[in-house]
């Protein structure tokens, strides 16, 4: 597979809701009320509710995992990290955060690609140094 430097693999908009911060606090078990009652999370010194941390990473990366499944079915991503710089807040009308994916660094002869993802949410950065170590693109695959 043929990458280069500076292309943009995916890009998307992924819309939040108070329902989805409830629905994904009951399936990790992070029942933190900052990520469900506004009072309580204004009383902790944030802007309002906020999305938690791990998913927000979740659903940064999850273009990267689309791109994968429809382009290189037998890559696999090896490496993921992120700092969180701002919280996505999810008012009472939603939230949405856009994802671009873009390919940072290419080693063929590993088979590797490294993806550097930008999100945002209401106009501001959400997530800084979020790169995405794919492996299995080549012949020279070196993650086991």
């Not at 273009?63 to 700092?83: H, K, L, Q, S």
């Not at 939603?94 to 290419?106: D, S, W």
């Amino acid at each position: 597979m043929a990458l280069e430097p500076g292309a943009i693999i995916a890009a998307r908009r992924i819309p939040l809701t108070r329902g989805d911060l409830l629905a994904y606090a009951a399936a990790s078990g992070d029942g933190n009320l900052i990520h469900q009652d506004e009072t309580v999370a204004k009383q902790m010194g944030l802007p309002g509710v906020i999305a938690h941390g791990m998913l927000t990473m979740g659903i940064a990366v999850q273009p990267v995992v689309d791109w994968i499944a429809e382009t290189a079915p037998g890559a696999r991503i090896a490496e993921y990290g992120v700092r969180f710089t701002r919280p996505v807040v999810v008012d009472a009308a939603g939230a949405e955060v856009t994802i671009e994916a873009k390919v940072g660094a290419v080693d063929a002869a590993a088979g590797t690609a490294r993806i550097d993802l930008t999100a945002i949410a209401a106009g501001q950065t959400v997530l800084a140094k979020a790169q995405v170590r794919v492996a299995g693109l080549g012949p020279g695959d070196d993650a086991a």
